[in-house]
C-alpha cells in the first residue's frame, strides 16, 4: 500500500514539473515575443519622429496630393486623353469638386499626429515583418526555413507595391468619384479633415494588405487549408468581386478605365492560385519520397 502511494507521489511530482516545465516554456516565448514586438514599435516610433520632421512636405505633397488636380495622377490621365481622345474628356480631371474643414479645436493636430504614425506604421512595416520572422524561424525546420526564407522580402515587395497602387490609383479615382458625387444640386459637398484621411489611409493601407494576398495564400496552403482546386472553381465569383471594386473606384464608365483598376487584382489572384499549386506540389513530392523511403 504504501509502494502504491510512493509511486503514486511520484507520478503527481513527475506530472507536476512536465506542467511547470511547459508554461516556463510558454512564458518563455511570451518573452521573447515581446521583445520582438518592443523593438519593432521602437523601429515605428523612430520612423514616426522623422515623419514630424517633415509633417509639412507629407501633409503638402502626400495627403493632400490626390485633392489636387495636379497630381501625377490626374496630369498622366490627361495625356492619355490627349493621345487617344476615344477614352473621353471625362476622364481628363482638371477639378476636384468638395472642400476639406476642420470642425474640432484638437482637429489639425490630431490630423498631424495620426498621419507620422501611419507613416512610421507604413516605412516600419518591412521591419515589422522582419522581427516576425526572427521570432518564428527557430521553431521552423530546415526545409521550412528554405522554402519561407524570401518571407520577408516578398511580403514586404508586395505591401509597397500595394501601397504604390492605392495610392497612385485606387485613392485619386476614389476621391474624385467620391468629392463630385451627389444627389441633390441642393447639398454642397464639405468633408472634415478626419473623413477624408480616413479615406485617404483606408484605401492606400488597404491595398496595400489586399496586395498581400498571395503571402497569405502560401501560409494557408503550407497549413492544407487552401488548394489551388478551390481557387480555380472560385474564379469566376472572385472575378465578379474585382469588377465591382473597379467599378466603384473609377471616375466614368468607360469600360478601359475600369480595367486599368481590375487588371493588377486579377493578375494578384491568379498569381495566388500558382503559389498554391506550387505548394501542392511539393507537398505531393515530400510525401512521394517518404513513402518510397
Same mark, same amino acid.
Request: with cysteine.
Given at each position: 500500500?504504501?509502494?502504491?502511494?510512493?509511486?503514486?507521489?511520484?507520478?503527481?511530482?513527475?506530472?507536476?514539473?512536465?506542467?511547470?516545465?511547459?508554461?516556463?516554456?510558454?512564458?518563455?516565448?511570451?518573452?521573447?515575443?515581446?521583445?520582438?514586438?518592443?523593438?519593432?514599435?521602437?523601429?515605428?516610433?523612430?520612423?514616426?519622429?522623422?515623419?514630424?520632421?517633415?509633417?509639412?512636405?507629407?501633409?503638402?505633397?502626400?495627403?493632400?496630393?490626390?485633392?489636387?488636380?495636379?497630381?501625377?495622377?490626374?496630369?498622366?490621365?490627361?495625356?492619355?486623353?490627349?493621345?487617344?481622345?476615344?477614352?473621353?474628356?471625362?476622364?481628363?480631371?482638371?477639378?476636384?469638386?468638395?472642400?476639406?474643414?476642420?470642425?474640432?479645436?484638437?482637429?489639425?493636430?490630431?490630423?498631424?499626429?495620426?498621419?507620422?504614425?501611419?507613416?512610421?506604421?507604413?516605412?516600419?512595416?518591412?521591419?515589422?515583418?522582419?522581427?516576425?520572422?526572427?521570432?518564428?524561424?527557430?521553431?521552423?525546420?530546415?526545409?521550412?526555413?528554405?522554402?519561407?526564407?524570401?518571407?520577408?522580402?516578398?511580403?514586404?515587395?508586395?505591401?509597397?507595391?500595394? *501601397?504604390?497602387?492605392?495610392?497612385? =490609383?485606387?485613392? #485619386? @479615382?476614389?476621391?474624385?468619384?467620391?468629392?463630385?458625387?451627389? !444627389? +441633390?444640386?441642393?447639398?454642397?459637398?464639405?468633408?472634415?479633415?478626419?473623413?477624408?484621411?480616413?479615406?485617404?489611409?483606408?484605401?492606400?493601407?488597404?491595398?496595400?494588405?489586399?496586395?498581400?494576398?498571395?503571402?497569405?495564400?502560401?501560409?494557408?496552403?503550407?497549413?492544407?487549408?487552401?488548394?489551388?482546386?478551390?481557387?480555380?472553381?472560385?474564379?469566376?465569383?472572385?472575378?465578379?468581386?474585382?469588377?465591382?471594386?473597379?467599378?466603384?473606384?473609377?471616375?466614368?464608365?468607360? *469600360?478601359?478605365?475600369?480595367?486599368? =483598376?481590375?487588371? #493588377? @487584382?486579377?493578375?494578384?489572384?491568379?498569381?495566388?492560385?500558382? !503559389? +498554391?499549386?506550387?505548394?501542392?506540389?511539393?507537398?505531393?513530392?515530400?510525401?512521394?519520397?517518404?513513402?518510397?523511403?
Amino acid at each position: 500500500m504504501s509502494d502504491n502511494k510512493k509511486t503514486s507521489l511520484t507520478k503527481a511530482i513527475g506530472q507536476k514539473s512536465t506542467t511547470l516545465e511547459a508554461e516556463m516554456s510558454f512564458f518563455d516565448h511570451l518573452d521573447v515575443l515581446r521583445k520582438h514586438l518592443i523593438r519593432a514599435v521602437i523601429a515605428i516610433a523612430v520612423f514616426t519622429g522623422i515623419a514630424f520632421y517633415f509633417n509639412e512636405e507629407i501633409l503638402d505633397k502626400i495627403i493632400f496630393g490626390p485633392k489636387k488636380p495636379d497630381f501625377w495622377t490626374y496630369r498622366m490621365m490627361c495625356k492619355l486623353v490627349e493621345h487617344f481622345p476615344s477614352l473621353g474628356k471625362d476622364m481628363c480631371i482638371t477639378k476636384i469638386n468638395g472642400e476639406i474643414i476642420n470642425t474640432e479645436m484638437a482637429g489639425q493636430f490630431n490630423l498631424q499626429l495620426n498621419v507620422c504614425v501611419m507613416c512610421g506604421i507604413v516605412v516600419g512595416f518591412p521591419y515589422l515583418l522582419w522581427e516576425i520572422w526572427r521570432f518564428v524561424k527557430p521553431a521552423l525546420h530546415d526545409n521550412e526555413r528554405k522554402s519561407a526564407s524570401g518571407f520577408v522580402f516578398f511580403a514586404s515587395l508586395l505591401f509597397v507595391i500595394g *501601397i504604390f497602387f492605392g495610392y497612385f =490609383v485606387v485613392c #485619386p @479615382l476614389s476621391v474624385n468619384f467620391l468629392t463630385g458625387y451627389t !444627389v +441633390s444640386s441642393e447639398i454642397k459637398n464639405t468633408f472634415t479633415v478626419d473623413s477624408y484621411l480616413s479615406s485617404v489611409a483606408t484605401l492606400t493601407l488597404g491595398t496595400g494588405i489586399i496586395f498581400e494576398l498571395p503571402v497569405i495564400i502560401f501560409i494557408l496552403s503550407k497549413l492544407g487549408l487552401m488548394t489551388p482546386k478551390l481557387m480555380r472553381a472560385s474564379r469566376r465569383y472572385a472575378a465578379v468581386i474585382i469588377l465591382i471594386i473597379a467599378a466603384i473606384v473609377t471616375p466614368t464608365p468607360d *469600360i478601359m478605365t475600369m480595367l486599368i =483598376v481590375a487588371t #493588377p @487584382l486579377f493578375l494578384l489572384y491568379e498569381a495566388s492560385i500558382f !503559389v +498554391s499549386a506550387y505548394i501542392e506540389r511539393k507537398k505531393k513530392k515530400a510525401e512521394a519520397a517518404f513513402y518510397a523511403n
